[in-house]
């Protein structure tokens, strides 16, 4: 059996010894190679060609940002990063990291955890990252995604929509920046976002994607009317689902759908109870099929519903299971998604007029 090849960057000496004695404790990964700094890091991937990356973010003389932007430019790799979830700033950088290519995230350990249970959930996400076929990412900076959108090959359909879902897991944070920025801004209705994110690292995404496309986001309450959310992101907050009951927003800690809450999946299906074709939904990139049955009941209902292509996910398995149904009316390259939303809005806007 093939070997998983593991390269560790990690400047504290005491952490690092630890993940390489885990890792190296399972016949099925092979160490490869360890770096104290991001400079090293790029330098012993492109020469090591490891299968997974663990990243930690703050690095002496380059950090793991920049490493991240440097890795997934010149040598894709999937990258793992392995990070504290307590200090802001370093939240806010891993958020940048995971938009800049970076596969997954997992908390450092604290001390504190049951006995090995930090140890396997390490084991097990460096086997899922490796299985994961990353794209390259070409621009060097996270704002080099601040671009004009193009323009979709094909005029959305008229209809009037009133409100926008958008469902997104592994390689979201990239993706849903990319979304936001092709909007027009012009665009009034509510625009509700479910992202699958590790806890504790989900707690201030909202606040992180809010600084970067120009568009208000935020964690709604209980209740919270949806008209409130007039031109404004609502994200489901960790540990939620985020529904929609009759003209209001509802948090609730129903069953996880597809071993994840929030779920892509309760929330399409709300939306397409209460606006039918009313309602307008993209289902992003992600490991899994949540989102893809609930896209499917928009469609019934007569929404507009885009899928993701495989050329521009990082993950395509929800997506393509949204395809596979029947449940993507349109089929688009992460670059024309938020035009095509764009365009079906501003056709509603029209038809109020």
């Known amino acids: 059996m093939k070997q998983t090849r593991v390269l560790v960057v990690e400047d504290s000496l005491t952490v690092r010894r630890r993940i390489c004695e885990v890792l190296s404790g399972d016949p099925a990964i092979e160490l490869v190679g360890e770096a104290a700094d991001g400079r090293a890091a790029i330098e012993l991937c ?106 979709p090959a094909a005029a959305a359909p008229e209809r009037r929509t009133a409100v926008v879902a958008i469902g997104a897991s592994t390689g979201g944070p990239g993706a849903i920046v990319e979304v936001l920025r092709g909007l027009p801004a012009s665009l009034r209705q509510p625009i509700l976002f479910v992202l699958h994110i590790n806890e504790p690292f989900g707690a201030s995404f909202a606040d992180w994607l809010d600084g970067q496309t120009g568009r208000r986001v935020a964690y709604p309450q209980d209740g919270d009317p949806v008209a409130a959310a007039t031109g404004r992101v609502v994200m489901a907050p960790p540990g939620r689902h985020l529904v929609v009951r009759d003209g209001r927003l509802r948090l609730t800690l129903d069953p996880e759908r597809h071993s994840c809450r929030p779920s892509v999946d309760a929330l399409f299906e709300s939306v397409a109870r209460d606006y039918g074709r009313e309602a307008a939904a993209a289902l992003l990139t992600g490991m899994g099929r949540d989102g893809a049955a609930g896209l499917l009941e928009i469609r019934r209902a007569g929404g507009l519903t885009i899928a993701q292509d495989a050329a521009t996910s990082v993950v395509h398995g929800m997506p393509r299971e949204a395809i596979a149904l029947g449940a993507a009316e349109r089929v688009l390259p992460l670059k024309e998604i938020g035009p095509a939303l764009g365009a079906a809005t501003l056709a509603a806007v029209r038809d109020q007029a």
């Open 46 to 151: 492109r020469a090591l060609r490891p299968d997974v990356v663990t990243l930690d973010m703050m690095l002496p003389v380059m950090n793991g940002l920049a490493a991240t932007e440097c890795i997934m430019a010149h040598c894709p790799t999937p990258i793992l990063v392995v990070s504290s979830s307590f200090n802001r700033g370093e939240l806010f950088r891993t958020y940048d990291a995971l938009a800049a290519g970076a596969v997954d995230v997992l908390e450092k350990p604290k001390g504190d955890e049951p006995d090995g249970a930090w140890e396997r959930r390490l084991i097990a996400q460096v086997k899922l990252v490796a299985r994961i076929r990353v794209i390259t990412h070409p621009r060097l900076r996270l704002a080099a995604l601040n671009r004009p959108p193009s323009t």
